[in-house]
């Protein structure tokens, strides 16, 4: 079955600069790659999606790029600020599953 | 339209103690999942649902049951709780064409 990795777990970096978290997938049929936000105590929200026809997609300060080849991911926030700060998670899925496959997660910290 | 609800917000059990959980959806939406969080971890599958009249196990279905006798209603039981079953819980809700997941507000269950 489908396998999703992200790296890393943790994440610090200064205001202002960029971030990079990184997901790959095992399953070449993926074709729906959604990131999700999670504030401290709050639930899950989207915030980007791509699907497999698509190589990359940008909204505002956030950027998702998709590596069909070499089967991974990647979330990009430009210009960090303090509220960026939260736990990212990272999916997969398929139009025969039912389900998402998750990352386990990256903890953003943005430092002042 | 209040999206998806879940009942109750926090709970705290003793062990052997049994309980319902019950997630709304006013979305239509077909697929339904109960998901665990853990500190540090990700979001772990209990059990889901394609459509009403349907469920199916997860990653972590042991200690659970659920029902889904209503398509906008999707209720997790615990029969006996135990510590270890001490988590956030969140249920989503998915159409079946390969879209975002709406995620309720979590119950942060604690057995003591």
């Known amino acids: 079955g489908e396998n999703v990795e992200q790296h890393p777990s943790t994440l610090s970096v200064q205001e202002g600069d960029s971030a990079v978290i990184k997901c790959t997938y095992s399953d070449s049929a993926s074709n729906y790659f959604p990131w999700y936000k999670q504030e401290l105590g709050k639930r899950p929200q989207l915030i980007i999606d791509i699907r497999s026809n698509v190589g990359e997609k940008k909204d505002q300060r956030i950027a998702v790029t998709l590596n069909k080849t070499a089967k991974h991911f990647s979330l990009h926030i430009t210009e960090t600020q303090p509220e960026d700060s939260a736990v990212y998670f990272c999916a997969a899925s398929k139009g025969s599953n039912y389900q998402l496959i998750w990352g386990a997660g990256t903890k953003l910290i943005i430092k002042p | ?112």
Not at chain 2, 15 to 31: F, I, K, P, R, V
Not at chain 2, 70 to 95: D, H
């Open chain 2, 1 to 112: 339209n209040a999206g998806v609800t879940q009942t109750p917000k926090f709970r705290v059990l003793k062990t052997g103690q049994s309980m319902t959980l019950l997630c709304a959806q006013d979305m239509n939406h077909e697929y339904m999942y109960w998901y665990r969080q853990d500190p540090g971890m990700g979001l772990r599958l209990i059990h889901y649902s394609v459509g009403e009249g349907t469920t199916a196990k997860g990653e972590v279905p042991d200690g659970y049951n659920v029902s889904r006798l209503k398509k906008q209603n999707f209720l997790l039981g615990l029969e006996s709780a135990a510590p270890s079953q001490t988590s956030v819980y969140f249920c989503a809700t998915r159409t079946p064409e390969d879209t975002e997941a709406f995620f309720g507000q979590g119950t942060r269950l604690t057995v003591v």
